[in-house]
T-cell receptor, first 113, second 113 residues
Framework: GENVEQHPSTLSVQEGDSAVIKCTYS??????FPWYKQELGKRPQLIID?????GEKKDQRIAVTLNKTAKHFSLHITETQPEDSAVYFC????????????FGGGTRVLVKP | SQTIHQWPATLVQPVGSPLSLECTVE??????LYWYRQAAGRGLQLLFY??????ISSEVPQNLSASRPQDRQFILSSKKLLLSDSGFYLC????????????FGPGTRLLVL
């Protein structure tokens, strides 16, 4: 019940198009869902997060949606730009599972100019 | 503001040699601290985490160990490195058990030859 499944593993989009990454989990106790962006050779950086009492959160061109009933959450990037090319990781936090995040396997996003 | 440091930034070590990587956090007290390893092109593998001085939880049995001699210092060690220990080692912190947001350090790139 601790795993996070992330899809797709790779995503290629044309500049200006939208990109969507989806993560699913199975335990009901998870209440915090962050997304990290990792550029080549760099550390993962938190880009947006959402808590279980909220269904959607937006920050400029990125948004995250959460469906607690279906146990999935998604990252949406609109009007993609070349600098959005990176690996994106979703994660979930559950106090019942210990004081740690459980990460998805990552999605490599390539934005083609 | 809080900052997290890791050193060294890069390291090349022969097989069988010892290892010591250091992580320190500034600007916060009693953080939760984490060590992750990331193999080339792969996801984030949690190795150890600590909720306080001298308290270490191990996630994956292997030839690595961790210690927390001071509140804001976290050390990853090995007595004898293996080729498979090569990777990007990331330290992360969270501001105590009531905060979910987690931030990563700049990482140490380790190559074992």
């Amino acid at each position: 019940g601790e795993n996070v499944e992330q899809h797709p593993s790779t995503l290629s989009v044309q500049e200006g198009d939208s990109a969507v990454i989806k993560c699913t989990y199975s335990d009901s106790a998870s209440n915090y869902f962050p997304w990290y962006k990792q550029e080549l050779g760099k550390r993962p950086q938190l880009i947006i997060d959402i808590r279980s009492n909220v269904g959607e959160k937006k920050d400029q061109r990125i948004a995250v949606t959460l469906n607690k009933t279906a146990k999935h959450f998604s990252l949406h990037i609109t009007e993609t730009q070349p600098e959005d090319s990176a690996v994106y990781f979703c994660a979930k936090f559950s106090r019942a599972a210990g004081n740690k995040l459980t990460f998805g396997g990552g999605t490599r996003v390539l934005v083609k100019p | 503001s809080q900052t997290i440091h890791q050193w060294p930034a890069t390291l090349v070590q022969p097989v069988g040699s010892p290892l010591s990587l250091e992580c320190t956090v500034e600007g916060t007290s009693n953080p939760n601290l984490y060590w992750y390893r990331q193999a080339a092109g792969r996801g984030l593998q949690l190795l150890f985490y600590s909720v306080g001085i001298g308290q270490i939880s191990s996630e994956v049995p292997q030839n690595l160990s961790a210690s927390r001699p001071q509140d804001r210092q976290f050390i990853l060690s090995s007595k004898k490195l293996l080729l498979s220990d090569s990777g990007f080692y990331l330290c992360a912190w969270r501001a105590g058990t009531q905060q979910e947001t987690q931030y990563f350090g700049p990482g140490t790139r380790l190559l074992v030859l």
